[in-house]
């Protein structure tokens, strides 16, 4: 079984042991089909790698790479290579990216229960957000691939914010059952990822409040303008709202 890792620096790991794939342009293929929880098309694939070749000579390219790829795998059932699509077994490997990919359902999440199905979730959620290590494919060498680094550009920030919404759920729900704590460390994780969101701000500023952590609750507060004045923002009127609670001790979050 694979287990393969795109969030911050990729690792490949085969029975729980690393492995090297030595050519970097097959590393490449690998991770981009890895980073789709679907077939990628291999029109597509291949202009990522050869966007001045002519199709023809791009799409034999790609099946010479395809076929070095699968010989350097402990288990080259891994890839699923057909006429017009290349992707990955999803039975033969474990992804944090899917895992993410997976989370990232619309749920509903309510206020205090204990609704075995909303655990589930619940538990499926924190699972999901501890598998991020940093953005996609951190620290990766892409040069020499302009397609390909535009790509993984445009992925990053869409991922981050799948992350950023999970963390925000967990933060809603633990807030709702009064679970102070597990809701200040998913919210501080948040801001790990986007120092410079303002509702989260929020929300850590009326948690520290509402557990009796004033002193920090107004610490935040600085810290919120600080991170907003780095992009020349104000707090809004909510945020001000909050802090000036804060102050006076007047925050009580509806569970």
């Known amino acids: 079984m694979y287990t ?12 729980g042991q690393p492995i ?10 690998l991770y981009c089909l890895v980073a789709s929880p679907q077939p990628v098309a291999r029109q597509f694939l291949a202009h990522l790698f050869w966007p001045k070749e002519p199709d023809w000579r791009a799409q034999r390219l790609l099946t010479r790479q ?16 057909s006429q017009d699509y290349v992707g990955i077994d999803p039975n033969l490997a474990n992804v944090d990216l899917w895992q993410i990919d997976a989370a990232s359902q619309p749920y509903n999440l309510p206020g205090p229960t204990n609704s075995s199905n909303l655990l589930e979730t619940i538990s499926q959620i924190e699972a999901a957000v501890t598998s991020y290590r940093g953005p996609l494919l951190s620290g990766v060498d892409l040069a020499g691939y302009p397609e390909l680094e535009l790509w993984v550009s445009g ?3 869409k991922w981050e914010q799948r992350i950023l919404s999970l963390l925000e759920q967990l933060v809603d729900y633990f807030m709702g059952q009064a679970h102070w704590h597990c809701a ?15 509702a989260i701000h929020r929300k850590l500023i ?6 009796d952590q004033r002193t920090a609750a ?8 600080t991170a907003l004045a780095a992009l020349d923002l104000q707090p809004s009127p909510a945020t001000d709202r909050a802090f000036e609670e804060a102050c006076k001790g007047l925050v009580k979050i509806t569970q």
């Open 218 to 225: 107004l610490r935040q507060y600085e810290h919120c303008l």
């Open 4 to 15: 393969i890792n795109l969030f911050g620096p990729p690792e490949i790991l085969w029975q």
């Open 155 to 157: 992925q990053q920030p």
């Open 66 to 81: 395809l076929s070095a790829l699968r010989a350097s795998l402990p288990d080259s059932r891994l890839l699923l290579v």
């Open 20 to 29: 090297r794939i030595i050519r970097r342009q097959q590393r490449l293929i």
């Open 206 to 211: 009326e948690l520290y409040a509402a557990s």
């Open 184 to 198: 200040i460390a998913y919210a501080r994780n948040a801001l790990e990822i986007d120092q410079a969101n303002e």
